[in-house]
């Protein structure tokens, strides 16, 4: 049955001249039928280089947002058009515009998780592999506001000892992960490495070993081939780790980790989307042109890592 339904996405692309992006945390068999697979940021690089006219984007709203953003040429479509983000729907332009009222200075950094509008208010934006290092760019006199992650913020803080002054946001998913789940996998495979996304919370980041975006974890694991790993994020990624690393082991911290909006995205969909030319995601030029500038920012600044 997928068999077939492939067929027909791969037929649609090659008739509409489209390319499929899909975030780690798709279900499997769309990560494996896309041409790229990535985080935030390197899907964000397919999308600002790539040649076709089309982007099908599986992932949530404001990705295919960004990747409209950056290819303002291109039809960026979304399969699913309740895909969206509750972390970035925690803060509007209007609250921003307050936060930035009331520290007239400030420097305002947003987590690419973010609507474009929020973007638009923005200096800076950044992803979870480069937030360290956008932070560290920026003038060490300046007052920095972080958003809507609080959680990403206070790691970008602490590894570089800068103080910032947080959005309360929060990914619905990444806190679902406790303390307690991590201990429990600790027990079970006490031999394996903890890898946890810095969206979780701060108790369980300290309880783990390496703090990873999703593109970081992927590269970790291939240096560290044959080991054993707990993950502590979205069990999306679970899908690619394995596929890489089929002599390592891969368990995730919790079965409760999924995004519910990330699900949404089906290989129907997918052919509806093609076949419908749906749904076209567009950013009035007045917020794109200002929130181009802080994500041009963040595609220069690379992480180390
Ligand atoms: S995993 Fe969290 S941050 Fe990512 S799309 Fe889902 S809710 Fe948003």
């Not at 390197?42 to 089309?54: C, K, N, P, R």
């Not at 990403?152 to 590894?159: D, I, N, R, V, Y």
Request: aromatic letters at 6%.
């Amino acid at each position: 049955m997928n068999e077939q339904l492939i067929k027909q996405i791969e037929k649609l692309k090659a008739q509409r001249g489209a390319v499929i992006l899909a975030h780690n945390y798709q279900p499997g068999e769309i990560q494996d039928l896309a041409d790229f697979t990535g985080d935030s940021l390197g899907l964000s690089i397919q999308a600002s280089e790539t040649d076709a006219d089309v982007i099908v984007f599986c992932g949530v709203r404001f990705m295919a947002e960004t990747a409209a953003i950056l290819s303002p040429e291109k039809t960026v479509l979304l399969p699913e058009k309740s895909a969206g983000c509750p972390m970035a729907d925690m803060i509007n332009a209007e609250q921003l515009r307050r936060l930035k009222k009331e520290n007239p200075d400030a420097l305002v950094v947003c987590y690419v998780n973010s609507t474009a509008e929020v973007k638009a208010e923005s200096d800076y934006c950044c992803t979870s592999a480069n937030a360290v290092e956008v932070v560290q760019s920026l003038p060490e006199d300046k007052r920095i506001l972080f958003v809507p992650d609080q959680h990403l913020g206070q790691f970008a803080a602490e590894k570089t000892g800068r103080k910032l002054v947080l959005w309360p946001g929060y990914c619905t998913t990444h806190v679902l992960i406790t303390t307690d789940d991590v201990r429990s996998a600790r027990e079970k495979y006490p031999d394996a490495i903890v890898m946890a996304h810095p969206e979780c919370n701060e108790p369980v980041k300290e309880l783990s070993d390496e703090l990873l975006s999703t593109g970081q974890m992927l590269k970790f694991a291939a240096k560290n081939r044959g080991k054993r790993f707990i993950i502590a994020t979205e069990n999306g990624i679970i899908h690619t780790l394995k596929k890489q690393n089929p002599e390592s082991e891969f368990f995730p911290v919790t079965e409760r980790a999924i995004c519910p909006n990330m699900k949404k995205i089906s290989l129907d969909k997918i052919i509806s989307s093609l076949q419908e030319m749906q749904f076209k995601i567009k950013v009035p030029e007045s917020i794109s042109i200002k929130a181009k500038k802080a994500l041009d920012k963040m595609v220069e600044i690379l992480p180390e890592k």
